[in-house]
């Protein structure tokens, strides 16, 4: 195995890989780049066949292993998108695959994980518990464990989307990657670095996990347990030793992102691209939202890495994305409770342009004057501003609010 990643690496695995893997685009984004006020491109590597980037790698590692290896078969731990890969290439190849889910990894992952024909065993209350399952299991049945981004071949693969990247935006300023375990910003790093040092290397995590951005502040990788957050793919325990160490030669900035932010991206690109990505997937887009000066007028690139979301999330996720957008709220009203007074408030409402989702009307529990009933409504409105006019309007019409959440 090789221990070094270099642009030899990255060109190697490219060609090794290249009849199985997507060539994915890189398309201009007008819509995006309007509202963002920089010129925005997309690879979109979430249309590989399996959803991910984690594809590159895994096809990468498994034609570098010798042939004892592949006949006995590999083992990975993964909440997802790296077993897919595996499991997936490790089929096309004819190559046993043995996965290691956390309990809480999302069903259709695992579904179509079992799809490919890996074996699938869901132990862990994380992945970092799951790696230790996976290891285990390797040295018992003899089986090759395979890395999920801290690993040469990995590395090398996922790095050939930043060639690609080049190869159509050869004049871009920046590119913007989520990061997870350090996998991928480490590939690309090392090839765009190689071959235009001047773009800037933006990683992206989550507040609820942010690995890198600790181990940066450290100055070594250290392990920090992640907190629930809607870019699953992201929340590793620890970025990888090779990741840290690649990572902290090109990485030239790391951006935070919060929960709601992320739900806005989801949104965004759903709406404005028409492409359905999970929340890792849409960390570049919220990372724009933190930082819009420094990239104002330059050509991004927004590395959109993973499409797999379940449809039981993406229902709650939008519904948070058009809160954070001002297009959804909700407020709590204390109002008469004499006939018609509940026909007047809706009347009211109506008389702003925000419309009506759902209402519930409390007379059990509502407040300490019994004349008094409490209603709760959620509404679909334009923006912050529209909120602002409703809330408005009701204190103009004398309606108390008791509460109000966007």
Not at 92 to 104: D, E
Not at 137 to 161: C, Q, R, V, Y
Not at 357 to 381: C, M, W, Y
Request: aromatic residues 4%.
């Amino acid at each position: 195995m090789q221990t070094q990643v270099t642009l030899a690496t990255i060109r190697a695995a490219r060609d090794r890989i290249a009849d199985k893997i997507y060539r994915s685009p890189c398309p201009h984004s007008l819509m995006l780049s309007r509202r963002y006020g920089c010129e925005i491109y997309c690879k979109l590597d979430h249309l590989q066949v399996t959803g991910s980037f984690k594809e590159r790698g895994a096809r990468n590692k498994l034609l570098s292993l010798p042939p004892e290896q592949t006949r006995n078969g590999v083992i990975a731990a993964s909440a997802g998108n790296h077993a897919l890969g595996v499991s997936y290439h490790g089929q096309t190849l004819g190559i046993p695959v043995t996965v290691i889910m956390p309990k809480w990894a999302p069903l259709m992952k695992v579904q179509n994980c079992r799809g490919f024909g890996a074996r699938v065993i869901q132990e862990g209350e994380n992945l970092g518990e799951s790696l230790q399952v996976a290891r285990a299991m390797a040295e018992s049945e003899k089986l090759t464990f395979i890395h999920g981004f801290d690993d040469p071949d990995i590395i090398s693969g996922a790095g050939t989307m930043g060639l690609e990247i080049l190869e159509d935006v050869p004049d871009a300023d920046a590119i913007i990657i989520p990061v997870g375990g350090g996998g991928l910003i480490a590939g690309i790093g090392v090839a765009v670095k190689a071959l235009k040092p001047s773009v800037r290397i933006i990683g992206v995590e989550p507040v609820n996990a942010p690995t890198m951005k600790t181990s940066f502040d450290a100055g070594k990788p250290v392990a920090v347990p992640p907190k629930p957050t809607l870019a699953d793919g992201l929340a590793v325990t620890q970025v990888g030793q090779l990741c840290f160490d690649i990572a902290r030669e090109v990485v030239d900035d790391l951006v935070l992102i919060d929960e709601t932010q992320i739900a806005s991206s989801v949104v965004r690109l759903l709406e404005l691209e028409k492409q359905v990505v999970e929340g890792a997937g849409a960390a570049p887009l919220a990372a724009i939202l933190n930082c819009p000066d420094s990239l104002r007028g330059k050509k991004v690139v927004l590395c959109l890495c993973g499409g797999n979301i379940d449809l039981t999330l993406i229902s709650r996720v939008i519904e948070r994305g058009l809160a954070a957008d001002g297009r959804l709220c909700r407020i709590s009203v204390s109002i008469s409770d004499r006939p018609g007074s509940l026909a007047s408030f809706l009347t009211l409402i109506a008389s702003t342009g925000a419309s009506i989702k759902e209402v519930t009307h409390d007379r059990n529990f509502g407040p300490t004057d019994v004349q008094q009933t409490g209603l709760s409504a959620i509404l679909e409105t334009r923006d912050a501003e529209h909120i602002r006019q409703v809330h408005e309007a009701l204190q103009v019409a004398g309606v108390h609010i008791t509460a109000a959440k966007q």
